[in-house]
């Protein structure tokens, strides 16, 4: 495992199939706004700013997670925090680069 490996960059492709088939919710970390302007279908939005306060929330899901955002940056935080609170996630990057791979 290298380091993009570690921070979430690594080859995700692989990744976000075997978390499509685990029956992953895709979360986008994006604000509202961005979010209305292009989104993956049947993806939910809370953004990056309240993200610790819907932990709970996500938790009732008990579903994976793939969070994704514009860049891969918020994400990648987002991720972080989800692990940090034991819930399964990786990093799907950019939103549009993340529709390519389902």
Known sequence: MGLLDLLGFGN???DV???V???AIILDVRTS????D????GSKNIALQVLNGKIAEIKKWNK???ACCRS???????TSILKQNGIDCINGGGWTS???KL
Do not use: D, W
């Not at 891969?72 to 987002?78: E, V």
């Open 12 to 14: 995700k492709t692989n």
């Open 17 to 19: 199939q075997e978390y």
């Open 21 to 23: 088939a685990k029956g």
């Open 33 to 36: 706004e961005e979010f209305k």
């Open 38 to 41: 292009g989104h993956i279908k």
């Open 64 to 66: 994976p997670v793939i």
């Open 72 to 78: 891969g940056m918020r994400s990648g935080q987002a």
């Open 98 to 100: 993340l529709q390519n």
